[in-house]
């Protein structure tokens, strides 16, 4: 069997987009700036996933997973509530992996009083032993932290990206592209929802023995999708089981 999974940071508000969410056949959704689940199941009762699990700070806006079908969750010890970026999670269903899900919160984007959110490659060392065992998946929005510049403002990996490839792990995309990063034909993110701004900042990252079952990348349509949020979804199928 496959599983679909889709990275999609909504933008908040997600009890008004659900629609869209569901088109996408979800088995495993990684929602950034999504509400907490007392915002988001009292406003929007057709969603109806199967388990979820959210962290954050501010009830408005905070890292969401959800689980729909056969498909189940369970937090990691290793887990630091106090980080703001990271969802260490064991997925068991048909077969179990390991999910790190991911928000690349910069320092500054906290709510006064809020903790610092954890940098992410500070995170990542932190859970590398909970990364250690295949299957492996590490997914969400990266905001700006895989790509790198040299002096004469070729873009090259960042000391991040080239960390997670040290520790076994493959950008989806960049393996079914063939494309390096900095170099991605299509965007996920479009600043102020403006077609010529944009960027591509959502990744799944899988470990490589876990790369050869990857059976489809697809990315959304921006014209199609900035309407609902600046973001637009990474969808990727995995053969499992």
Same mark, same amino acid.
């Given at each position: ?79 630091? $509530? ?6 260490? =999670?064991? #997925?068991?269903?048909? +077969?179990?992996? /390991? !999910?790190?899900? @991911? ?92 077609? $010529? ?6 990744? =799944?990252? #899988?470990?490589?023995? +876990?790369?050869? /079952? !990857?059976?489809? @990348? ?24």
């Amino acid at each position: 069997m496959r599983l679909r999974i889709v990275v999609w940071n909504c933008n908040m508000r997600l009890h008004d987009k659900t629609g869209r969410l569901r088109s996408l056949r979800p088995d495993l959704a990684i929602i950034p700036e999504c509400a907490c689940p007392e915002v988001l199941f009292r406003r929007s009762l057709d969603l109806l996933p199967q388990d979820f699990v959210w962290e954050g700070t501010n009830p408005r806006k905070g890292l969401m997973v959800l689980a729909f079908g056969p498909w189940r969750l369970r937090t990691d010890l290793m887990h630091q $509530p106090r980080s703001g970026t990271t969802l260490p =999670l064991h #997925v068991s269903g048909p +077969t179990t992996l /390991r !999910l790190l899900a @991911v928000w690349g919160l910069p320092r500054w984007a906290h709510r006064y009083r809020d903790p610092t959110p954890e940098p992410l490659g500070q995170a990542v060392e932190r859970l590398a032993p909970f990364l250690s065992d295949s299957p492996a998946m590490v997914a969400g929005d990266f905001n700006r932290t895989l790509v790198g510049r040299r002096r004469n403002e070729r873009r090259v990996p960042s000391v991040f990206a080239r960390r997670l490839e040290a520790l076994g792990f493959v950008s989806a995309y960049h393996r079914d592209r063939d494309v390096g990063y900095g170099e991605e034909p299509e965007p996920t993110f479009c600043r102020y929802r403006r077609l $010529p701004d944009r960027h591509h900042g959502d990744h =799944l990252f #899988v470990d490589r023995a +876990t790369a050869a /079952r !990857l059976r489809s @990348v697809e990315i959304g349509y921006a014209p199609r999708w900035i309407s609902t949020s600046d973001h637009v979804p990474l969808v990727v199928e995995l053969e499992v089981g």
